[in-house]
């Protein structure tokens, strides 16, 4: 073959491939509403604080503290993200190009983010500032090997970031950011790991939650890891 016909049409096959994985990549924009709201209810669950204690703690706890509180987590992987914004979009009438900057701007924010739903139960039903919340492998063998999420409340103003569920009052809402690639360079989430366990701790209280892990948040974390590498 004519080196300038294998050149041309090598430019055309890569050209092909990258239309192609740019058009995958747009298809939230035109998922319908309901696909759009099933998608981003998938990362949904509750829970509940106070369902597990800590091992070496059994002080009870004072009386003008909740005994126990209701949780809800939503996981905003890459496809709740789209789903978040493409909701966006259906609701205000948003352009493509508008709503495409709803996910970029929700991706810029960290490696991947979790809204925390708390409603205290019993008690005084005041949430203590200094709760905290680990993202972790799921272990049958009870390993501890969590990074700590930072909480960080200007989250709220991202549209990407709402989610497509109706928002429950009751409940105080936390946006919080967590890394997926540890500072040693590894993975959160090693091959063999199949499940993520968010745990939310509230005095000497813990309850948790935890999702499968999907394709797209392992090849984010493959992103934030090179991200990392190449930067100065």
Not at 17 to 35: F, G, H, I
Not at 54 to 65: G, S
Not at 127 to 149: C, Y
């Amino acid at each position: 073959m004519n080196p300038l016909v294998a050149f041309v049409l090598s430019l055309t096959i890569v050209a092909g491939v990258s239309a192609q994985e740019n058009k995958k990549d747009d298809e939230y924009l035109r998922w319908p509403r309901q696909q759009a709201e099933t998608v981003g209810k998938s990362t949904y669950h509750d829970g509940k604080v106070g369902s597990r204690l800590y091992p070496w703690d059994t002080r009870v706890l004072k009386t003008e503290r909740s005994q126990n509180y209701k949780l809800r987590a939503t996981w905003f992987t890459p496809e709740v993200i789209r789903a978040s914004a493409r909701w966006a979009q259906l609701q205000s009438h948003l352009t493509d190009k508008e709503t495409e900057a709803l996910v970029s701007d929700a991706e810029a924010v960290g490696d991947t983010v979790v809204m925390v739903e708390i409603d205290p139960n019993e008690g005084s039903g005041v949430i203590p500032l200094d709760w905290e919340a680990f993202l972790q492998p799921k272990s049958k063998t009870g390993r501890n090997d969590g990074v700590r999420g930072v909480e960080k409340s200007e989250l709220r103003k991202l549209r990407g970031l709402q989610g497509v569920m109706q928002r429950n009052y009751d409940y105080d809402r936390f946006w919080v950011v967590f890394p997926l690639v540890r500072a040693d360079g590894r993975p959160l989430a090693s091959p063999t790991d199949n499940d993520l366990e968010l745990v939310v701790r509230i005095y000497n209280r813990e309850g948790a939650v935890n999702w499968g892990i999907p394709t797209s948040i392992r090849l984010r974390a493959n992103a934030c890891k090179t991200a990392r590498t190449q930067s100065p």
